[in-house]
């Protein structure tokens, strides 16, 4: 989140308004709100613009990088060079043949730990007290500090310097400690090395030893429990779960089903279906069926008294109780199926979870076995890999006692080089050049960001969302000088009085031909410009002629009196009857402008009896233009400029004069300019280049949407990009394009 604006700006009357109370409705940041993306154009610009501070920066870190390198003590530096490594090819091939891939690299040799012990205090105290004989108050840290050492590149030599204010001590130092390295390497690298040899033999029996307990263990484990590896045992049990789930399922079915084949026996109806399926039942009760057919077909013919028919009810009689004691004996024989066929399930089923339960106990074993597995075998794959090692390295150590007889050799002996090494005083300046250029643009950038104004039109054009009428330039010689002396300059023929073009075309043809007179030419930036905005001004008239306008601004000192006053210049030499009405009663500056006395005016019409002809004056040197003063300045001034009088005072001025030029207070914080304002034909506000506060200028543009103001454009004043002659007029006309958002 942004913090709020805390700069103040200094109120219409001299005392500070904060920022943050310029206005009820918005909250603006304190800093641009440009683009992130910067192109060359602006970086350009922003080095312009700042060049006395990065000139300022520049000069005094220069300043100081110069003094500081010119007064430093020469540091000189001397080294000498030591093979560690055999680069015989015999040797190295002897190497690769025998050690482990580890050895493919080259080098047998730890070179930062070796850098290390050669740098050590317990290694170089012989050195230290020899030296000590010269310098008695040389200390090891006084000789560490000066002292490098390191490997050359990746090579097999390692480089030893040492910097010094002295030359000569350079010298011993250098000389005694490449002797002292050479000797160090003679005496003490075999010896380490067979030591390392014995460590190894030493510490084999007891890994040897180690490696046989756990395999051992390995193999009793396995055998215990018949377990091969954790995965494998998973799988096992996974395969029986899955099995043991299907049988159950099945199981469950086929008990389910005797049960209810049973309870369905218990039954009527049950029994009834079981002895219909029985085949002699079914024999005795078609023979039932056939003996009552006869009976009924015998009893058509015959009395029931008839031995026909009493001999066929016999037999029918006889084969009841056959019925009755087939039905017993068959629902005897189903439900004793039934029950056999249930106590069978049943122990399948008892079987079936005593499988589960046995297969549940190993599942809840498995964790422990995996556990143990893991740590025997762990135990024994370090045991290996320590064997393997300590084998390796005892081969290694054997190898390079054997190829390692020679010490260290001095390739390059101790030289000392004739130049310092610092101060470097070029490479010093040059540096401090690049430094001193990157601090001064980051001053400029802090500057930059922190500026909160506008330095070009194009980004006024790119945030303010108003037409762009004019861009004025900056000139000195406007603020020396009352008026300009356009009534001089411009002569009768010059001037269109009696036949001003009547629509855009005719003036832009105008504007041609004015081109080309060099008289135009010589009348500088500023009466081009002016030149610029009075036509973009005309070019607004397409349907309803601008009769009366109002000039105004954001804040005090952006201009706006001097643009009201010499547009009106402007447009009385094209031929129009000027008015230029000093509406500011707060702080008037038009008569100042003018030359004019300021006893009588506009103040003076409103609150008094008086005709307008009193406080009308004439303009020296320019007939067509006239000026009313603001007058004595009143005690409200808001309250004469809302009145009646006011606004049948500009009906009044707009029927008698081609154009009517209102210098009105700012609008920032005052109400003056909105009270009149929408009874003119149009609104112009100026904008001071590289001062105008942006966060103001936005507060002015989103008041302006809430009152009935007819908007002209903004004229953007004190531009310091210098333009000149016939291209300065087309790139500012570029920049005077009316585009309305």
Same mark, same amino acid.
């Given at each position: ?9 200094? /109120? ?126 040389? /200390?090891?840290?006084? &000789? ?93 049990? /996974? ?148 064997? =393997? ?25 101790? =030289? ?34 922190? +500026? ?126 000027? &008015? ?55 005690? +409200?001034?808001?309250? &004469? ?9 500009? /009906? ?28 003119? +034909? ?19 543009? +989103? ?39």
């Amino acid at each position: 989140m942004i913090e709020k604006q805390t700069t103040t700006h200094r /109120s219409y009357y001299g005392d500070s308004i904060p920022s943050s109370k310029l206005s009820p409705y918005a909250t603006f940041s304190p800093f641009p709100e440009e683009a992130n993306e910067w192109n060359l154009k602006r970086f350009f610009g922003l080095i312009q613009r700042r060049a006395i501070i990065i000139t300022g920066v520049v000069s005094v870190t220069m300043a100081g990088v110069s003094y500081s390198t010119l007064n430093q003590e020469s540091v000189y530096q001397g080294s000498f060079q030591i093979l560690v490594e055999s680069v015989n090819d015999d040797s190295k091939v002897g190497k690769l043949s025998l050690l482990d891939s580890n050895a493919s690299s080259g080098s047998s040799l730890d070179y930062e730990s070796q850098i290390q012990v050669l740098r050590s205090p317990e290694l170089l105290q012989p050195v230290l007290t020899k030296l000590q004989e010269a310098y008695p108050d040389l /200390s090891y840290n006084a &000789l560490i500090q000066g002292l490098t050492i390191r490997r050359f590149g990746a090579t097999k030599v390692i480089e030893v310097k040492y910097q010094s204010h002295d030359t000569q001590k350079i010298q011993l130092i250098l000389d005694t400690i490449s002797q002292f390295y050479l000797n160090y390497s003679l005496d003490k690298r075999q010896t380490k090395l067979r030591q390392g040899i014995q460590f190894v033999e030493k510490q084999l029996p007891d890994i040897q030893n180690r490696v046989a307990q756990l395999q051992r263990e390995m193999q009793i484990f396995r055998q215990k429990y018949n377990f091969i590896d954790p995965e494998s045992q998973s799988q096992r049990i /996974s395969g029986q779960i899955q099995s043991l789930t299907q049988q159950r399922l099945t199981i469950n079915q086929q008990l389910a089903a005797a049960r209810a084949n049973y309870m369905s026996l218990q039954g009527q109806e049950g029994q009834f279906a079981a002895i219909n399926n029985a085949p002699i039942y079914q024999q005795l009760i078609t023979q039932q069926r056939q003996l009552e057919t006869q009976i009924s077909g015998e009893l058509a013919r015959f009395q029931p008294d008839n031995p026909v028919v009493q001999t066929l009810q016999e037999k029918r009689d006889n084969l009841f109780p056959l019925i009755r004691e087939e039905a017993k004996r068959t629902l005897t024989i189903k439900l004793a199926e039934a029950t056999i066929l249930l106590q069978k399930i049943e122990a399948d089923s008892k079987q079936q979870a005593q499988a589960e339960q046995q297969l549940q106990r190993e599942l809840e074993q498995l964790p422990v076995l995996s556990r143990q597995y893991t740590d025997i075998q762990r135990n024994l794959q370090l045991a290996n890999e320590s064997l =393997t090692r300590f084998l390796g390295n005892r081969e290694k150590l054997q190898i390079e006692v054997a190829q390692t007889e020679l010490p260290w050799e001095l390739i390059q002996s101790p =030289t000392l080089a004739e130049l310092p090494i610092y101060p470097n005083i070029p490479r010093s300046l040059l540096l401090g050049l690049v430094a001193s250029s990157l601090l001064g643009i980051g001053a400029a950038l802090l500057i930059e960001e922190m +500026d909160n104004t506008y330095h070009n039109i194009e980004s006024l054009q790119e945030k303010i969302k108003l037409p762009i009428l004019g861009s004025l330039p900056f000139d000195k010689t406007i603020a020396n000088n009352s008026s300009l002396d356009i009534a001089g300059k411009v002569s009768k023929k010059e001037q269109l009085s009696d036949n001003f073009p009547k629509n855009t075309d005719q003036l832009s043809n105008m504007l041609t031909r004015q081109i080309t007179q060099s008289s135009y030419y010589s009348q500088g930036a500023f009466w081009e410009s002016l030149q610029i905005l009075y036509g973009n001004l005309q070019l607004l008239n397409s349907d309803q002629p601008i009769g009366s306008l109002i000039i105004s601004s954001s804040l005090p000192g952006d201009g706006k009196s001097t643009v009201a006053f010499h547009l009106a210049q402007i447009a009385a030499a094209m031929g129009k009857r000027v &008015l230029l009405v000093d509406t500011d009663l707060r702080r008037p500056q038009v008569h100042k402008l003018s030359g004019l006395n300021n006893l009588w005016g506009l103040s003076n019409l409103i609150s008094a009896n008086i005709a307008v002809e009193q406080v009308i004056q004439e303009m020296p040197g320019m007939k067509n233009l006239s000026v009313i003063t603001s007058g004595p300045i009143p005690p +409200d001034p808001a309250r &004469l400029l809302s009145s009646d009088k006011m606004r049948q005072l500009m /009906s009044y001025l707009r029927l008698n004069f081609d154009l009517v030029i209102y210098d009105s207070p700012p609008m920032l914080g005052l109400v003056d300019s909105r009270l009149i304002a929408p009874y003119t +034909d149009g609104f112009i506000l100026v904008v001071k280049m590289n001062q105008t506060d942006k966060s103001a200028l936005l507060q002015v543009q +989103d008041s302006l949407k809430r009152y009935p103001i007819n908007v002209l454009g903004i004229v953007a004043n004190g531009d310091k990009c210098q333009l000149k002659g016939y291209d300065s007029y087309y790139r500012q006309s570029n920049f005077a394009e009316v585009k309305y958002s």
